[in-house]
């Protein structure tokens, strides 16, 4: 592992956030174009502002898919990244707690019972290969 694989844990763990927030805004839209189109478009004269503001919203919405598909293909080639570092890993276990850790985004108490250590040596086995690879 690199110096920077830290950096590069922090980056992946601040896309899956940053995918989980555009989710919920490209699902809030998409609800609100439903309704839209459902009450304005059906009764609405073509030409009308009902139409531009509804046609905006789409816009609006496919503008957020397009950031997610973005966002999907920076984690997956930061995921591939991560993923090659860990496997230049020697030790099995410490390869096993840094991938629940970073990839799987468990707790330290989670990648204690999985692993049947306590958390103070899942943390610290963690700490310990990140500094020996630095």
Known sequence: MHESFENLA???KTLLTEIKLLENSRIELKEKSEYYAASFLSHTPKGSSRHNTF???LITLEKIEDKIIETLLKVSQKRLRIEAQINNINNEKVRCIIRMRVVNGCSWQDVAS???ISASTA???YIQALSREA
């Open 10 to 12: 922090n980056e992946y």
């Open 55 to 57: 046609d905006k919203y």
């Open 123 to 125: 943390k610290r086995k």
């Open 114 to 116: 999985a692993m049947h």
